[in-house]
T-cell receptor, first 111, second 113 residues
Framework: ELKVEQNPLFLSMQEGKNYTIYCNYS?????LYWYRQDPGKSLESLFV?????AVKQEGRLMASLDTKARLSTLHITAAVHDLSATYFC???????????FGDGTTLTVKP | DVKVTQSSRYLVKRTGEKVFLECVQD?????MFWYRQDPGLGLRLIYF???????EKGDIPEGYSVSREKKERFSLILESASTNQTSMYLC????????????FGEGSWLTVV
């Protein structure tokens, strides 16, 4: 069974601090997505990572992929309140016809 | 820049009613998906389709059916709505199914009373 585990599931942090969200998956993947979801809204695609060692950055968010460890990280640098949201990772498998989502990490950034 | 459109954003239906949720994508994607999202349960896949008139059951297909008569349109049908189907429903599409989802619709909030 394909499994995608995110941790932590809940994260409360102070503005200006750094933190990392982890996404572990159980089977070799073809690609990995990170999404953001604001309360009451749909999911928005942030990053897609295609190969081992891939790194993508936008603003204060940086995502990386280690396919050998089956691990992706979403690093938050100098958090600001606007980053408060739920972040999901999802893993795609070409032969599966569908992707598998983690349970999401709810991030709250406090002043 | 519309990509995936869910025409009904907020619906209130009575128990036993037949409910149609419509989704249209304008990116010529092969694959379309219906998820439901409930607090504490994450995203759960109901059905997906990899081609016109083709469908596959997801993780929670019971109580739902789907229709894909045209490539751009994927409909979710609740034959007889029940209160436990109160949820947010998300439509999504991707060029290839196993490649992950690039685009979600805005969501449809369904309340069954």
């Amino acid at each position: 069974e394909l499994k995608v585990e995110q941790n932590p599931l809940f994260l409360s942090m102070q503005e200006g601090k750094n933190y990392t969200i982890y996404c572990n998956y159980s089977t070799t993947s073809d690609r990995l997505y990170w999404y953001r979801q604001d309360p009451g809204k749909s999911l928005e695609s942030l990053f897609v990572l295609l190969s081992n060692g891939a790194v993508k950055q936008e603003g204060r968010l940086m995502a990386s992929l280690d396919t050998k460890a089956r691990l992706s990280t979403l690093h938050i640098t100098a958090a600001v309140h606007d980053l408060s949201a739920t972040y999901f990772c999802a893993v795609g498998y070409t032969n599966a016809g569908k992707s598998t989502f983690g349970d999401g990490t709810t991030l709250t950034v406090k002043p | 820049d519309v990509k995936v459109t869910q025409s009904s954003r907020y619906l209130v239906k009575r128990t036993g009613e037949k409910v149609f949720l419509e989704c249209v994508q304008d990116m010529d994607h092969e694959n379309m998906f219906w998820y439901r999202q409930d607090p504490g349960l994450g995203l759960r896949l109901i059905y997906f389709s990899y081609d016109v008139k083709m469908k596959e059951k997801g993780d929670i297909p019971e109580g739902y059916s789907v229709s894909r008569e045209k490539k751009e349109r994927f409909s979710l049908i609740l034959e007889s709505a029940s209160t436990n189907q109160t949820s947010m429903y998300l439509c999504a599409s991707s060029l290839f199914g196993g490649w992950g989802i690039s685009d979600f619709g805005e969501g449809s909030w369904l309340t069954v009373v």
